[in-house]
């Protein structure tokens, strides 16, 4: 099968990469660009697990086509989390206890951000209604809305 | 318990210690292995859901550019029965052989039939879609009823129902029939001034963690079987691939990654053995196996569909004077349904003095059943407590009370045999009856809208078992703490902070790692709400030994005797005359003596039960039947919380995994056995919009053995949650649901039910 040439921009930096054209964007992050931080839960954009930010727009990266990409900008935890120290929504996950296996926190931490980035201070009532594409199967929700809340209240 | 009464460590919230790495999303789960040279596995799966396997034909699949290797059924050795305990119940081998790769039968509706290895996951996708396999399709069984009735065909010929002790005769899709007795019924009904007697039903529900499945594994030419794989227990998944694959468990290493939620679905094997089958065909090559989300839910977990008599009698002022239950829980495929624990579950929390319970465990073409957080125990209690509302509503008494009268304490007898040590449920019932939630009034809502207040109890055994580890003392202070119990929800810092108490040191100086099978002693697998508990006391055993060497360590250098040396807030003292700081004591280990090492390994008994009372307030729309979640509050007798945060978010968690149990959850069949719902937009678990917050209030009545007084909390929040809704729902609408999930349809279709004037 032949491959496309994508050329993008990933966490800031030009990102140029081989695909097959039915390959998802999930798929070119996680087995190309080898960023395992976006993790897959169900393929099919129902678990909010695999989560990145495509040119500051929160997008299932399963439900993208790699080649889609094309000249725009991808972020994912990887590039969220800053050259020193954390993210004030990474640390307020650890501070809050917003975790519990783990898995579905690169995604939530995505989809808090860019929630943050356009309503720095939500109510309770918009975090969960924002966050409703993403699955925590651990938490029952409850830590990592206060952890989002608490990081707006900090901000 | 220690009689030590002021904690340094224990009770705090740290940040947990392998934080910064799942926040980052550099923490490495299953499907985040790579090794070099690696192939990509598929799997093909049995589209009926119960057919007779003719032939297979792979010659098409092998003949592709860049397949490198096929397995079936057939390539794994035939084995005896064996039974072998998982942590969370036992399995027999012989059937998890055939449940990973059928043999003559397909059993259920995507069992896995044969298994491809190629250079690409797109190749062996292709190619497991180009093996041909005949079938000749069977009549499946897919309901209780259906299985057990006589003359049922039966799904195995060589399972006979094991009937109260004695083997049956011929094949039978009821591999169990058990009792518990305790009194005389007769006379306690006979007694009773009130008789309520009703029969519940509840669908398939899956665990739903997030992370599919995973494994890869590579099978060098020496014999030297290397596995990585997300599980509850590495130790669990060498023995079963040893077993399965007759490899001495001396040539398998497990190495444990990240898990992402197991809930007791992965205590067991799926891929692990048909992946090191297919790397030995493959040269050695590792292969990776992932499975997508329809794969998991077709071919892992569930947990079992029920139904559920219950018949309790009561006199006037509600004792409850005798109990009789019938329970039958759908295995699935093979034997091994978790009703055993629900026989257990169902009645415990209550000092009932007649008591009968049946218990069947039934064959059925679905998944096998695996565990799933207090297995058994969410279904079995939403008919108890259920049945229970309804003997207070007859009686004109409130729900706590009635618990009250009734509740089990230190001494009471559980039907199925065990005296309970120090129990808290009382105090669980008292913590409810006092909370604000259940002081405040309920605004009932007006129009379509009614809203209701329930409440349930329930129970969970707990595990203690087997749990080892080890500790070296580094120079610059740290300790470096060694464990082989997977961390599924921050136990690596509940377990560290045991140690950290128990020493003497800050907890941020332990280094806590899970390592694999070949790097510490053995362990249980993670489930039971075993690892706080039992890998906690373990390492609290070495913090004494460490402390024990390090004060003869420190005496050495003040030239005293270790009788004459204390150790407290980091500094070691003999008396006033002279001290010593901790860290002066770790860095001249060398010169004192050489390096610290302590291994412990203990099978821990004494666990402690768990009980938890549950209170919710609901919002039932009558004109659709959707019921929302208004509050929610959970009590529980956590023991003693080590970590209050993760204590609390495993209360709050259980508490959301029982509320989508209730509400949405059940797996959807056609009339062939095919799961119509098998994505996670129609298995429909809870999302954010779908919960309050979750109010988890800590008991703490701490458990006289164990050093901390560590009871486990993971899985009793699970056990209340159907029953408090149903009876919220009743309270909201009088209309009483005797089928999980409420769904909306099912809600609306007994409301209009009701609402029905009655025909004749």
Same mark, same amino acid.
Request: proline share 12%; aromatic share 0%.
């Given at each position: 099968m032949s491959h496309l040439v994508v050329n993008s921009t990933v966490n800031g930096e030009p990102a140029e990469f081989l695909c097959e054209p039915h390959e998802t964007l999930l798929h070119a992050l996680r087995d190309t660009l080898l960023l395992t931080g976006t993790k897959e839960g169900c393929s099919n954009g129902n678990c909010g697990a695999c989560s990145v930010l495509l040119d500051g727009v929160l997008v299932n990266s399963c439900l993208v086509l790699a080649p889609e990409v094309e000249g725009r900008q991808v972020t994912t935890i990887e590039g969220l #989390?800053? &050259?020193?120290? $954390?993210?004030p929504l990474q640390q307020q996950f650890l501070e809050n206890a917003a975790l519990q296996c783990g898995i579905c926190t690169p995604g939530f931490i995505v989809a808090s951000k860019a929630l943050l980035d356009r309503n720095p201070h939500p109510t309770e009532a918009e975090v969960r209604h924002f966050l409703a594409g993403n699955l925590c199967r651990c938490t029952g929700y409850d830590k990592i809305v206060r952890a989002v809340l608490a990081t707006a209240a900090a901000a | 318990m220690s009689d030590q009464t002021v904690f340094k460590v224990i009770g705090t919230r740290p940040v947990r210690h392998d934080g910064v790495d799942k926040v980052t999303g550099r923490a490495l789960y299953g499907a985040d292995v790579r090794m070099n040279g690696q192939l990509y596995g598929a799997m093909l799966r049995s589209p009926h859901a119960h057919a007779r396997i003719l032939s297979i034909d792979a010659s098409a699949a092998e003949a592709l550019p860049g397949v490198k290797s096929v397995v079936t059924g057939a390539d794994l050795p035939a084995i005896a029965d064996k039974f072998a305990a998982t942590g969370e119940g036992a399995i027999n081998l012989r059937h998890l052989s055939g449940n990973i790769l059928a043999g003559r039968t397909a059993l259920y509706w995507g069992h896995a039939i044969a298994a491809v290895a190629a250079t690409t996951q797109t190749i062996a996708d292709q190619a497991a879609a180009l093996i041909r396999v005949e079938y000749e399709v069977l009549p499946p069984i897919l309901d209780l009823a259906t299985a057990m009735a006589p003359g049922a065909a039966p799904l195995h010929p060589d399972v006979v129902t094991n009937e109260l002790g004695e083997k049956g005769k011929t094949p039978s899709n009821v591999a169990e029939h058990f009792r518990h007795e305790k009194g005389d019924i007769a006379a306690g009904f006979a007694a009773a001034d009130v008789i309520i007697e009703r029969e519940y039903k509840t669908g398939t529900v899956h665990q739903g963690y997030i992370e599919p499945h995973s494994a890869t594994a590579q099978w060098n030419a020496d014999g030297q079987l290397i596995i990585y794989c997300a599980t509850q227990g590495a130790f669990g998944v060498r023995s079963e691939v040893s077993e399965i694959l007759g490899v001495? +468990?001396?040539h398998i290493k497990v190495i444990p990654t990240e898990i992402g939620g197991g809930f007791g679905g992965k205590v067991s094997v799926y891929l692990e053995p048909v992946a090191a089958l297919l790397s030995r065909k493959a040269g050695g090559r590792a292969v990776k196996m992932t499975m997508n989300r329809t794969e998991v839910l077709a071919a892992t977990g569930p947990t079992s569909a029920s139904i559920i008599k219950v018949k309790y009698g009561a006199t &006037?002022?509600? &004792? $409850? #004077?005798a109990a009789q239950v019938w329970m039958a829980y759908e295995a699935g495929a093979y034997p091994g349904s978790p009703v055993g624990a629900g026989s257990g579950v169902i009645l415990a929390p209550y000092d009932i003095p007649n008591v009968v319970i049946d218990g069947y465990d039934v064959l059925c073409n679905k998944p096998k059943a695996n565990a799933y957080r207090a297995p058994g125990g969410t279904n079995a209690a939403y008919a108890s407590e259920s049945a229970l509302d309804e003997v207070a509503r007859a009686l004109n008494i409130d729900p706590i009370e009635i618990r009250m009268k009734n509740a089990a304490k230190e001494g009471t007898r559980r039907a199925d045999g065990p005296i309970f040590p120090r129990i808290g449920f009382v105090e669980t019932l008292e913590a409810a009856q006092h909370h604000p939630h259940y002081t405040s009034p309920l605004e009932r809502g007006s129009g379509p809208r009614r809203r209701g207040r329930g409440v349930a109890s329930g129970f969970w055994f707990n595990f203690g078992g087997t749990s080892s580890a080890s500790a070296t003392v580094n120079p610059d202070g740290t300790v470096s703490l060694t464990e082989g119990s997977t961390d599924i929800g921050g136990s690596r810092t509940g377990i560290a902070m045991q140690f950290a108490e128990s020493l003497g +040191?800050?907890?941020?100086?332990v280094k806590p790692q899970v390592v694999d099978t070949d790097s510490v002693g053995y362990n249980d697998a993670t489930g039971g709400s075993r690892t706080t508990f039992a890998t906690g006391w373990v390492v609290y055993e070495i913090g004494q030994k460490i402390r024990t060497e390090l004060i003869a360590r420190a005496a050495k250098m003040l030239e005293t005797e270790p009788g004459q040396v204390s150790f407290e807030n980091g500094v070691f003292s003999n008396g006033a005359m002279n001290n010593i700081p901790y860290a002066q004591v770790a860095a001249d280990l060398d010169k004192t003596g050489g390096p610290i090492v302590v291994s412990h390994s203990m099978r821990t008994k004494g666990e402690g039960t768990a009980f938890a009372t549950h209170i919710v307030d609901v919002e039932v729309d009558i004109e659709t039947g959707k019921v929302d979640i208004l509050r929610y509050t959970a009590t529980q007798?956590?023991?003693?919380? +080590?970590h209050p945060s993760y204590v609390e978010g495993q209360i709050q968690g259980g508490a959301a995994q029982g509320i989508g149990w209730a509400l949405n959850e059940e797996y959807v069949y056609d009339k062939n056995g095919k799961l119509l719902n098998a994505g996670l937009l129609d298995y429909r678990m809870p999302t954010t919009l779908d919960l309050p917050m979750i109010e988890a209030v800590l008991v703490e009545v701490p458990n006289p053995k164990h050093p901390y007084g560590v009871r486990g909390v993971g899985e009793v929040p699970i056990v209340p949650p159907a029953g408090a809704i149903a009876n919220a729902i009743f309270d909201a609408t009088g209309v009483r649901m005797m089928? $999980?999930?409420?769904?909306p349809a099912r809600n609306l279709a007994a409301l209009v039910a009701a609402a029905a004037p009655a025909s004749g």
């Open positions: #989390t800053p &050259r020193e120290g $954390l993210h | 001495p +468990i001396s &006037r002022d509600g &004792r $409850l #004077t +040191i800050p907890v941020d100086q007798d956590v023991g003693h919380a +080590i089928e $999980l999930p409420m769904s």
